[in-house]
């Protein structure tokens, strides 16, 4: 059994007195000294009531703590909050709000990095991407969504935006078949921006969209001796391609002749009058957006029949390369686009890369490729961008597809003016099948942005393509869609 000297050592946890309280329930007891050794009870009571007294003091004392870590973590939300709206990060989301525009706000989280480091007082922006988001429309509206999303978390106040395609043959041919060919399938469609559909929002929320247009936009009674002389109706000009949101129109290809002069002049003419501009030999391009200027620069390698062998390759390869040397500056941005290249071929010639180092050595900060009707591989020449071919896009061609014809991409590269000197800050590429079709080997001339699995695969057939040059891609390009 317990004596008194059990509870020595608990002295300070179990005081050796009764409380008041105790000696009024038990007279019988004094109210000094030790605790009795008989009646349990009394003990046992006591005890339980201290244990209570203990249990609400730790219970406060927990409280306690945590208002004060939530107190702190507050703080700390604060604090980044105040940094990131302070260095812009985040500035993409809430200024459209301010101006009174919509903007999508998605869930998900992107887990990337910022870019660049901003700037020191950037400037203002009101007319750029950066300033306003379009909400995406139509069946991919959720993905385009968040790539928009993903992209302004990316930019910073000063970038711009622009967006390339591969080719574009919006119409059809005198021989093609009545039922299946592109008019046959625009017309049964009902919607004037039928191809573009899946994509133009895209487009939408940049700052200039650029197509390779291969075909004629003409009412033309007489074509070339072209096998495939493409025509589209004047009235697309305006009421499919401009109201897409596309901004420029490349004609520097072996179609832009497939109705001789007047096709040639025609199209010129109705891409004008629809508010876009036309980029070939004779047409140079220059847009000052928000004060970064950007020059397009085209030609064509692959001459088409009826107007002839006007220039050579070489001398072609001169011409353009003067033309960049005149118009480059420190604080501009020279884009070189060119249509060369073998049909269906997934790997580029030597008359496609020595003309494209001579352009980056000209001074061209970027050079973008189409005519081969697949992708093919990328350059890093100098610290600049060679894209040989970015596949077909809205292809008008050919009523079937094959894996080889069916892959094409876009192509998003962002530009800055920085202390003086205009430079790349960033770029991805937005993989697409150029038919929407359940069965994918039929073409119905209406291209759609991939993700997932089968972006990150298309991705990598890239970076297959580039191992065998020389200058060869050798990390994989961002493509934001393989992982939304």
Not at 209 to 236: C, H, M, R
Not at 289 to 309: D, H
Not at 352 to 361: G, N, T, V
């Amino acid at each position: 059994m317990n004596n008194s000297s059990d509870y020595n050592g608990y002295s300070e946890e179990y005081p050796q007195e009764y409380p008041q309280e105790y000696s009024q329930e038990y007279p019988e007891y004094p109210t000094r000294g030790r605790l009795p050794q008989r009646n349990a009870y009394a003990r046992s009571t006591y005890y339980e009531d201290l244990r209570e007294q203990r249990r609400v003091r730790g219970e406060k004392q927990k409280a306690q703590k945590t208002a004060i870590v939530v107190c702190i973590m507050s703080l700390l939300f604060l604090n980044t909050l105040w940094l990131l709206v302070s260095t812009g990060i985040i500035d993409s989301a809430i200024k459209p709000q301010e101006e009174g525009q919509d903007i999508f706000l998605s869930d998900n989280e992107t887990g990337l990095t910022v870019g660049d480091t901003q700037p020191t007082d950037p400037p203002e922006v009101i007319n750029t991407a950066y300033g306003r988001v379009v909400p995406a429309e139509g069946d991919y509206a959720t993905l385009i969504d968040q790539f928009i999303l993903r992209e302004r978390t990316m930019m910073k106040k000063d970038e711009v935006v622009l967006t390339f395609t591969g080719d574009c043959t919006l119409g059809t041919w005198p021989s093609s078949s009545n039922k299946t060919n592109y008019n046959a399938i625009y017309n049964a469609a009902g919607s004037p921006t039928y191809s573009f559909d899946h994509v133009k929002s895209l487009f939408m929320n940049d700052d200039y969209t650029y197509i390779n247009l291969e075909t004629t936009l003409t009412e033309a009674k007489k074509a070339s001796e072209q096998t495939y002389a493409f025509k589209g109706s004047p009235s697309w000009a305006q009421d499919m391609i401009a109201n897409s949101g596309v901004d420029g129109c490349n004609i520097a290809n072996n179609h832009h002749y497939d109705w001789l002069e007047q096709g040639y002049t025609d199209t010129i003419n109705n891409v004008l009058n629809a508010g876009m501009d036309v980029g070939d030999e004779d047409h140079i391009i220059v847009k000052n957006i928000e004060g970064l200027e950007i020059v397009l620069i085209s030609g064509n390698f692959i001459w088409p029949t009826g107007r002839g062998a006007i220039i050579d390759g070489e001398k072609l390869t001169e011409r353009l390369c003067e033309q960049v040397k005149q118009h480059k500056r420190q604080d501009n941005i020279v884009i070189v686009n060119a249509h060369w290249g073998l049909e269906r071929q997934n790997f580029c010639n030597y008359e496609q890369y020595e003309p494209a180092r001579d352009f980056i050595e000209a001074g061209a900060d970027l050079v973008v490729g189409h005519h081969p009707h697949t992708l093919q591989g990328v350059e890093v020449y100098n610290g600049k961008y060679i894209f040989y071919s970015l596949g077909n896009f809205a292809f008008g061609g050919k009523a079937s597809t094959d894996k080889v014809n069916r892959v094409s991409m876009m192509l998003r590269p962002r530009f800055a003016l920085r202390d003086g000197t205009a430079i790349m800050t960033g770029l991805c590429v937005v993989p697409c099948y150029t038919t929407s079709a359940e069965n994918l080997e039929i073409n119905n001339y209406k291209p759609y942005p991939l993700n997932g699995e089968e972006a990150k695969e298309l991705a990598q057939d890239l970076l297959d393509y580039s191992a065998g040059l020389k200058y060869g891609l050798k990390d994989p390009l961002d493509c934001p869609t393989s992982s939304l």
